[in-house]
């Protein structure tokens, strides 16, 4: 299943199936993108990282995307475990602390 | 390896009371920040700095003033707490302004 925008929508997937959350930046100058994993009555946690020269990068079963021409952002998070439930939420910099916008997020329920 | 650790953990004040809410990390960071985490929005800055002795205002500074006297500690206060500033606060700290921010657990803080 996948989830679109900016809003905190909920995305329900099976245990073992693969989740795909999307996030729509506002700004082209952004060049520099981050995903944060953020559990209940916890701090929110680095998943993955990328910069606006690349397209694509892995990490240990998520996958983060990259699409500049429609400013879209996309985490996949293959083979979704229990431990996956969460909020999650990208982030676009475009250049210093006062440059970051922080998306509200999209609420992950993984279904054993 | 405590990374950012934040104090109290909960809080329940009276309008017009005044705070500090703790923050300290131990990864030698230079910049650190605060964050207001409301329903339905993303998380808001409300200072940062860049290195002892120096601090700016975010998004949203009004009614909290903060100081940088160490590289390990950034205290947030609240001057006369308002019903408004009713929220979760997060302090983070970074390498740089353009890197994976590390937060704390955060501070519940309710203002009747």
């Known amino acids: 299943g996948e989830s679109v925008g900016l809003h905190l929508p909920t995305l329900s997937v099976q245990e073992g199936d693969n989740s795909i959350i999307n996030c729509a930046y506002s700004n082209s100058a952004s060049d520099y993108f981050i995903w944060y994993k953020q559990e209940s009555g916890k701090g929110p946690q680095f998943i993955i990282d990328?910069?606006?020269?690349?397209d694509k990068r892995q990490g240990q079963r998520v996958t983060v995307l990259l699409n500049k021409t429609v400013k879209h952002l996309s985490l996949q998070i293959a083979a979704t475990q229990p431990g996956d439930s969460a909020v999650y939420f990208c982030?676009?910099?475009?250049?210093?602390?006062?440059?970051?916008?922080f998306g509200i997020g999209t609420k992950l329920q993984v279904i054993p | 390896n405590a990374g950012v650790t934040q104090t109290p953990k909960f809080q329940v004040l009276k309008t017009g009371q005044s705070m500090t809410l703790q923050c300290a990390q131990d990864?030698?960071?230079?910049?650190m920040s605060w964050y207001r985490q409301d329903p339905g929005m993303g998380l808001r800055l409300i200072h940062y700095s860049v290195g002892a002795g120096i601090t700016d205002q975010g998004e949203v500074p009004n009614g909290y003033n903060v100081s940088r006297s160490t590289t390990e500690d950034f205290p947030l206060r609240l001057l006369s707490a308002a019903p408004s500033q009713t929220s979760v606060y997060f302090c983070?700290?970074?390498?740089?302004?353009?890197?994976?921010?590390?937060f704390g657990q955060g501070t519940r803080l309710t203002v009747v």
């Open positions: 990328i910069r606006s020269n690349m």
């Open positions: 983070a700290s970074s390498n740089t302004d353009v890197s994976e921010a590390f």
């Open positions: 990864m030698n960071h230079e910049y």
């Open positions: 982030a676009e910099n475009q250049g210093g602390y006062q440059k970051v916008t």
